[in-house]
């Protein structure tokens, strides 16, 4: 079960995320056609001659941080690291055909959308603001301090973030089962964030197989 810290309802009343719960699922090395496909859509975002805080969702997460007491400058929603690094000419080194089609999405649709590993998240997760307790060791290899940053958490404690994720919840090529948590911009109504999450599991089974089951919450 996932739920939403009332807290977090009660700053942003629009609040919402989806999540994609996958089942036997296959992580290997990223298939070319998801490469090819990556690079051109790559390609076709720097024609289009924008910045990040010109996509909506970027602009409207900028907003859900600040509301919620973090400086979006200092600690940039994920969504807005990956637009700066695409937009300006960086190179997104290829990890696994999980991450990587998870990296395509936050980019496509510029909101922070976090992977991870299902069998390392224990008991229910709750979306809520961090507290002094809330550290762990972020992808990043940085010791995260996520006190007043919004975050998931389950039973042992904090495990992801919209800004970064923890190690401990990490998919690699042994994952069998995922969850993804999908920051969805607040604006967003209900069957258009039903849709968006669909579109979101079909293709992630295409290419890791499995099964999905969304839910807006």
């Known amino acids: ?15 919402k995320i989806g999540t994609i719960t996958y089942h036997n699922i296959v992580i290997s090395e990223s298939p070319q056609m998801i490469k090819g496909r990556f ?6 975002l ?25 400086d979006p400058s200092r600690y940039r929603p994920a969504s807005e690291a990956l637009l700066r690094r695409v937009l300006s000419g960086k190179e997104l080194p290829p990890i696994n055909s999980g991450v990587d089609v998870n990296n395509f ?19 229910n997760v709750e979306i809520r603001i961090g507290t002094a307790e809330d550290t762990y060791e972020g992808l990043n290899g940085r010791e ?12 042992i404690g904090a495990f992801g973030s919209p800004i970064v ?41 295409q290419v890791n197989g499995g099964t999905a089951e969304i839910q807006v919450i």
């Open 1 to 15: 079960m996932v739920t939403i810290s009332p807290k977090i309802k009660e700053l942003v009343p629009q609040f």
């Open 39 to 44: 690079q051109l859509f790559l390609e076709s």
């Open 46 to 70: 720097k024609l289009e001659d924008k910045q990040a805080a010109d996509y909506p969702g970027v602009a409207e997460y900028r907003s859900v941080f600040k509301t919620l007491g973090t």
């Open 105 to 123: 999405f936050s980019i496509r649709f510029a909101i922070p959308i976090g992977l991870y590993n299902l069998d390392e998240v224990k008991g």
């Open 144 to 155: 995260m301090n996520m006190e007043g940053k919004l975050l998931s958490g389950d039973e």
């Open 165 to 205: 994720d923890s190690k401990r919840t990490m998919v690699n090529e042994t994952v069998k089962s995922a969850l993804h948590i999908v920051y969805l911009q607040p604006s967003m109504d209900k069957s258009e964030a039903e849709k968006l999450l669909q579109s979101m599991a079909d293709m992630f089974t």
